[in-house]
Protein backbone atom coordinates (compact mmCIF):
# COMPACT_ATOMS: atom_id res chain seq x y z
CA UNK A 1 0.00 0.00 0.00
CA UNK A 2 1.24 3.36 -0.75
CA UNK A 3 0.44 7.29 0.65
CA UNK A 4 -2.42 8.63 0.07
CA UNK A 5 -1.25 11.00 -2.62
CA UNK A 6 -1.04 14.30 -1.38
CA UNK A 7 -3.67 17.43 -1.95
CA UNK A 8 -1.97 19.86 -3.65
CA UNK A 9 -3.60 23.86 -2.74
CA UNK A 10 -4.94 25.97 -5.52
CA UNK A 11 -3.12 29.51 -5.73
CA UNK A 12 -4.97 31.90 -7.72
CA UNK A 13 -2.97 35.11 -9.35
CA UNK A 14 -4.78 38.22 -10.49
CA UNK A 15 -2.77 39.16 -13.45
CA UNK A 16 -4.46 42.54 -13.22
CA UNK A 17 -4.12 43.43 -9.92
CA UNK A 18 -0.26 42.44 -9.52
CA UNK A 19 1.90 45.60 -9.58
CA UNK A 20 5.01 42.89 -9.66
CA UNK A 21 6.38 43.82 -6.50
CA UNK A 22 7.55 40.48 -5.49
CA UNK A 23 6.57 40.83 -1.86
CA UNK A 24 4.82 37.44 -2.41
CA UNK A 25 8.22 36.10 -3.65
CA UNK A 26 10.14 37.57 -0.95
CA UNK A 27 7.61 36.58 1.96
CA UNK A 28 7.50 32.52 0.64
CA UNK A 29 9.25 30.79 2.89
CA UNK A 30 9.47 27.41 0.33
CA UNK A 31 9.94 29.07 -3.06
CA UNK A 32 6.93 28.46 -4.11
CA UNK A 33 6.58 31.31 -6.30
CA UNK A 34 8.98 33.30 -9.25
CA UNK A 35 8.72 36.54 -11.37
CA UNK A 36 7.67 35.84 -14.72
CA UNK A 37 8.35 39.44 -15.91
CA UNK A 38 6.51 41.55 -14.51
CA UNK A 39 3.65 38.95 -12.40
CA UNK A 40 4.08 36.32 -10.14
CA UNK A 41 4.18 32.88 -10.94
CA UNK A 42 3.91 29.39 -9.37
CA UNK A 43 7.26 27.76 -9.32
CA UNK A 44 6.83 24.55 -7.28
CA UNK A 45 3.38 23.90 -6.39
CA UNK A 46 3.98 21.06 -4.57
CA UNK A 47 6.49 22.57 -2.17
CA UNK A 48 3.27 24.80 -0.97
CA UNK A 49 2.75 24.51 2.90
CA UNK A 50 -0.92 26.61 2.65
CA UNK A 51 0.88 29.61 4.84
CA UNK A 52 -0.85 31.94 3.14
CA UNK A 53 2.20 34.87 3.90
CA UNK A 54 1.81 35.52 -0.08
CA UNK A 55 -1.64 36.28 0.18
CA UNK A 56 -1.40 38.04 3.12
CA UNK A 57 1.30 40.39 2.40
CA UNK A 58 0.18 41.21 -1.21
CA UNK A 59 -1.03 44.65 -0.86
CA UNK A 60 -3.12 44.42 -4.33
CA UNK A 61 -5.15 41.22 -3.12
CA UNK A 62 -3.62 39.66 -6.32
CA UNK A 63 -2.67 36.27 -4.69
CA UNK A 64 -5.20 33.64 -3.18
CA UNK A 65 -4.36 30.39 -1.32
CA UNK A 66 -7.22 27.61 -1.07
CA UNK A 67 -6.97 24.14 0.36
Do not use: Y
Not at 8 to 15: A, S
Not at 26 to 37: A, I, Q, R, S, W
Amino acid sequence: MGEAAKKLPRIVINEKFCKGCSICVDFCPTNVLEMKGSTVAVKDLGACTRCQLCDLRCPDFAIQVFD
